[in-house]
């Protein structure tokens, strides 16, 4: 059974710097193609970035430049590193491995 525990969420001001990360188990994790969603307040959710196995990184459209998605597979763990953060990108953002294991949500709310 896959499990997926997300980390680093929280309140922080526009401009502002955010890093969520996604620690797995029950996994061969080094083989995971992985991502990141996010929901934002009555909408739907959206894809934001992935990685592959062979570090190759996407990003959607709005958030390319700002954030950046690594892996350490040694720690079984993806990271998202959000900068120059907005209010558009307040939301509970999901981590994905493998394409259909999902973690809770962690929420991330950019305020002032």
């Known amino acids: 059974q896959v499990q997926l525990v997300e980390s680093g969420g929280g309140l922080v001001q526009p401009g502002g710097s955010l890093t969520l990360a996604c620690q797995a188990s029950?996994?061969?994790?080094?083989?995971?193609?992985l991502a990141w969603y996010r929901q934002a307040p009555e909408k739907q959710r959206e894809w934001v970035a992935r990685?592959?196995?062979?570090?190759?990184?996407t990003y959607a459209d709005s958030v390319r430049g700002r954030f950046t998605i690594s892996r350490d597979n040694a720690k079984s763990t993806m990271y998202l590193q959000m900068n120059s953060l907005t209010p558009d990108d307040t939301g509970v953002y999901y981590c994905?491995?493998?394409?259909?294991?999902w973690g809770q949500g962690i929420q991330v709310t950019v305020s002032s």
């Open positions: 994905n491995v493998d394409y259909r294991n």
């Open positions: 990685i592959t196995p062979s570090l190759y990184p």
């Open positions: 029950g996994t061969i994790f080094s083989a995971n193609t």
